[in-house]
């Protein structure tokens, strides 16, 4: 590639107001994207289905979602440009937007807490716990070293592999105790979710033949407790009434799981396209993450907003089990693409750029439902969708937009039906 002539802070001025074709050219005169890329997104993205053949099962096409970049973002003293893969109107706009309130007036830092992700091998039934925990721990580092040397011998090679094994007991009220053996694993930047489940498919016979038990199920956890990735965002500059506003707003979704579900959400909205447009399991993600929010028997808030002095300080952390190599990630063009825009190293670092836009994601809709309500910013973005719906041509879409602007300036909301109404007012007009 040539010589980049722009920073990314360059290019993220106006760019929002580009052409389709500018932002391609920007983003290719940064170094973000190469022409081959240019090419491979101008076409339209996959034509072939043969690569979705290898995927899944019973193959007849291809469902794409609009793939957009946001923009504005420095995280941890770097600019990134954040993929996201995503239909919902406004997340694109919004993540943009408070990304460059936040660049101008504080700062986004992120670190991960732990590595290890978590395998189960569970014993339905156990009568002598005692002696069975003896057992098992008598073992533990012979099951250890048998697993990193017959399964992960290739994450031990660079540096991660299984590192622990737990034992935990459960009462089943029926006079039986169910046993779980956590195993611990890092999986360097893969996600990890296949080589655990081989892992603790290896070890059932062992622990079968040491305890004397029968094991009845093995498999990983979404709940990975033990690896979290934590964001931080302060404002430096912000109207302290605002501030109060937002913490007021945080203290809601920390105290009532009603609350906390939508707030969840609106996180995930930012989380969610950037593993859809990697390649990412944003199923398991979103399974963790919920897990994690309920861990105390409520569902709480997985961020919490406080305003500490003349500053806002917000915190994200939760479990965000990412991978940058293996599956669809390695596999699919439009995911390599997605993951040379970001321009990552690490699984880790992937993590912690999705926890950052999380986190801004949820201080752009607290600042806007606690001011001007989250319904006027959405619906005005959502005036083009609508003005589809109705049925607008290319060239009624102008007069529809700017019709459908006024009544929301005037009633604070619109519909369908006002889209439908203004154009057949239009085409009344066009036939006098």
């Not at 109107?89 to 660049?103: C, D, G, L, V």
């Not at 809601?252 to 707030?263: H, I, K, S």
Request: with cysteine; hydrophobic share 45%.
């Amino acid at each position: 590639m040539s010589q980049s002539k722009r920073s990314l802070f360059d290019i993220f001025k106006g760019f929002s107001k580009l052409s389709y074709f500018d932002r391609l050219d920007a983003l290719t005169e940064a170094n973000v994207l190469s022409e081959a890329d240019q090419n491979y997104l101008k076409a339209g993205g996959l034509q072939d289905v043969g690569l979705a053949e290898n995927f899944i099962e019973n193959v007849i096409g291809y469902f794409q979602l609009p793939l957009g970049v946001a923009t504005n973002f420095k995280i941890d003293d770097r600019d990134f440009v954040i993929p996201m893969a995503v239909e919902e109107t406004s997340i694109i706009a919004a993540a943009s937007k408070t990304a460059k309130w936040i660049r101008e007036n504080g700062s986004i830092k992120t670190e991960i807490i732990g590595k290890n992700i978590i395998g189960q091998i569970q014993f339905a039934k156990i009568q002598d716990f005692v002696n069975f925990e003896k057992n098992i721990l008598l073992q533990k580092n012979y099951l250890i070293e048998l697993a990193n040397s017959e399964v992960a011998f290739g994450l031990v090679k660079r540096g991660g592999g299984v590192n622990d094994l737990q034992l935990r007991k459960l009462d089943r009220g029926d006079g039986f105790f169910m046993a779980i053996i956590h195993i611990y694993m890092d999986p360097c930047d893969a996600m990890g979710a296949n080589i655990m489940n081989q892992v603790c498919e290896f070890l059932k016979e062992p622990l079968q033949e040491f305890t004397g038990e029968k094991v009845t199920m093995c498999i990983l956890s979404n709940l990975v407790d033990s690896k979290l990735t934590k964001a931080t965002i302060t404002l430096n500059k912000i109207d302290p009434e605002l501030a109060l506003k937002i913490e007021e707003a945080s203290r809601f979704a920390e105290l009532d799981p009603y609350r906390a579900a939508t707030n969840n959400k609106g996180v995930l909205n930012g989380i969610d396209p950037i593993l859809v447009a990697t390649g990412n399991d944003w199923r398991a993600v979103e399974a963790g993450i919920h897990a994690f929010a309920a861990r105390d028997g409520q569902y709480r808030s997985i961020t919490k907003w406080r305003k500490e002095g003349d500053s806002l300080v917000g915190i994200f952390e939760a479990p965000l089990i990412v991978g940058t190599v293996g599956g669809v990630t390695t596999l699919h063009p439009s995911a390599q693409i997605a993951m040379k825009l970001l321009g990552v190293q690490s699984s880790n670092e992937l993590s912690r750029i999705m926890a950052a836009v999380g986190l801004v994601q949820n201080l752009g809709a607290l600042r806007a439902l606690t001011t001007v309500g989250i319904i006027e910013g959405h619906m005005k973005l959502h005036i083009k969708n609508l003005s589809l719906g109705a049925g607008a041509t290319e060239k009624e879409m102008p007069y529809v937009v700017k019709k459908l602007e006024e009544i929301l300036a005037l009633r604070k909301r619109i519909s369908l039906s006002n889209a439908v109404e203004v154009l057949n007012d239009l085409r009344k007009q066009a036939n006098l």
